[in-house]
């Protein structure tokens, strides 16, 4: 049986997309093999391993001294979860707001100008970046974003499905527990959680420590 021409753009239409969800599972299951990948980031053992814990656990903790690159390993978290989760809205807090701006810096000085063709992809993915420091942001084409906030009363108000706290000793319990945390009051909505049958796959959010 002869295929018409829409039949046959239909089936490469539906080649194509299943070879993306082959390549975003595999991704997303190793996001240290995407930065090597997609993003051309030579990553040492340990950054691989922090990478992997990050996206397979609800909560994560990174204490480390100063050199060991906590900022430069989550601001790779941070664009390789935007990228493959459309949608992933984080936000980073600290107790200043120079702290809260170093990942989005590092991003913006860092890896969209020190990796080659690694940097050309991460840009084509990136709508919009500022480092102001009232207003630093990270907007992405497929919806994410990256924002900072100051860890006080006064960062009431704001949602995200990932919360970074940079130099979380020095944020007050009481801000922690009644202002930050509560942050995390929606999830990201992906579109096949419109099916009923897949309503148990929603996914959880996440908090960084660092």
């Keep these: 049986m002869v295929k018409t021409e829409k039949e046959v753009k239909f089936d490469r239409y539906n080649s194509v997309m299943r070879a993306v969800a082959r390549w975003a599972s595999f991704f997303k299951e190793n996001p240290h093999r995407f930065a090597e990948i997609f993003l051309n980031i030579k990553l040492k053992e340990f950054q691989k391993i922090n990478l992997y814990e ?16 906590k900022t430069w390993t989550t601001a790779v ?6 990228i493959l989760f459309p949608g992933t809205k984080i936000c980073i807090a600290s107790g200043s707001k120079k702290q809260a701006l170093e990942v989005i810096s590092t991003i913006q000085d860092n890896l969209l100008k020190e990796f080659s063709w690694g940097s050309d992809n991460l840009n084509n ?23 900072t906030v100051t860890a006080t009363d006064t960062a009431r108000g704001n949602h995200c499905t990932v919360l970074v706290l940079d130099e979380f ?18 999830k990201r909505h992906p579109g096949y959680l419109n099916n009923p049958k897949y309503a148990s796959l929603a996914e959880e959010n996440m908090e960084i420590y660092l």
């Design 77 to 82: 978290y941070c664009v390789i979860k935007c």
């Design 125 to 147: 993915e990136i709508a919009f970046i500022s480092t102001n420091i009232n207003s630093a942001r990270c907007d992405f084409k497929n919806g994410s974003w990256i924002k």
């Design 169 to 186: 000793r020095m944020i007050s319990e009481d801000v922690l527990s009644k202002v930050l945390t509560k942050f995390l009051t929606i």
């Design 54 to 69: 990050m996206f397979h656990n609800t909560h994560f903790m990174y204490v480390a001294s100063r050199g060991q690159g």
